[in-house]
């Protein structure tokens, strides 16, 4: 059976109030009560956002994340406590269009005092041509319909712009500490682009150029390193291909002669285990950095680099 998910936006605080959880919202002020003083407190949305802003604030920021470890972001609703945590923060880092609680929380409550990834650079369309193949479990969608594939953390280059553009932010918002978050950014952009330097010296010779994912999440991968992406479902982990569709993807994965199907940890691989049995091809773990599971010792850089371990056998690259 498909997965059916009940979606909960945030409210607005009137209609909190209107509720009667104004209360709830308002006594939230604790929340942001355990900032070490002297600190820029962010909040991130999910894991890219937070490996970033840790990496470029360093001791000088405490963040928090509102997306639990190891859970599928698509999937947040915001609690009461989590929206008074954006309405406090100094500063909330988050994608628009990942997860649409997020936006909306941002939105209502931190005017001024955001910073959306993919306002920073060159965005790529959505995926098209199978919309009206896929299956909407409720309706809605995980994504926020912004015009735009949101999933701008998977290309190393755009990383390392969104990098130096956080440590600037940072400077104007803590004056006392800019020229630390200036250097430790570009420290996380030169490391961002020895990432890059690895991708194309990986992927430069290869057999074949088309990866067959579980959801169009790499559609900034796959432009930058001259690949092709042919997804599952849409840009929504959560959203099935037709049985018409899914015929379509097992005459494509066997006219291109791929040996793989990439699935990925936090969403279930049902479907794309079927594709791969009906296709007589294999499946293998591909990343797309979402989330990280609590204690793991990964980052974005490991699983980067695991994913490009991955990618060069299933492609053949020498």
Request: aromatic fraction near 4%.
């Amino acid at each position: 059976m498909p997965r059916t998910r009940v979606r909960f936006r945030t409210v607005p605080a009137a209609a909190l109030a209107a509720a009667g959880l104004g209360a709830a919202l308002a006594g939230c002020g604790s929340a942001v009560a355990d900032v070490p003083p002297g600190r820029t407190s962010v909040v991130a949305s999910f894991y890219p956002a937070a490996w970033l802003a840790e990496r470029v604030g360093g001791d000088d920021v405490y963040v928090r994340t509102l997306t639990r470890p190891g859970a599928e972001p698509h999937d947040l609703e915001l609690t009461a406590r989590q929206v008074a945590q954006v309405e406090k923060a100094d500063l909330a880092v988050y994608v628009k269009g990942v997860q649409p609680a997020v936006d909306d929380a941002v939105r209502e409550h931190a005017k001024g005092r955001s910073l959306d990834a993919a306002s920073l650079v060159a965005t790529l369309p959505p995926p098209s041509g199978d919309e009206s193949e896929i299956e909407e479990h409720d309706g809605d969608r995980g994504h926020a319909d912004v015009g735009y594939d949101p999933h701008v953390w998977l290309d190393p280059v755009r990383m390392a712009a969104i990098a130096t553009a956080l440590g600037d932010r940072l400077a104007r918002a803590d004056g006392a500490h800019a020229a630390a978050y200036r250097q430790r950014a570009a420290g996380v952009a030169a490391e961002l682009s020895g990432l890059d330097r690895r991708y194309r010296d990986g992927l430069k010779d290869c057999a074949r150029r088309d990866i067959v994912t579980a959801h169009a999440a790499f559609g900034y991968l796959a432009e930058r390193y001259g690949l092709r992406q042919v997804s599952v479902a849409g840009i929504d982990p959560s959203m099935e291909p037709s049985p018409k569709r899914l015929a379509a993807l097992t005459r494509e994965v066997r006219s291109t002669g791929a040996t793989t199907i990439f699935t990925e940890r936090l969403v279930s691989s049902k479907v794309a285990d079927s594709l791969a049995r009906e296709a007589g091809v294999r499946t293998a773990v591909l990343d797309p950095v979402e989330g990280v599971e609590k204690g793991s010792s990964d980052d974005y850089t490991s699983i980067m680099d695991r994913n490009l371990r991955t990618l060069r056998p299933a492609l053949e690259c020498s």
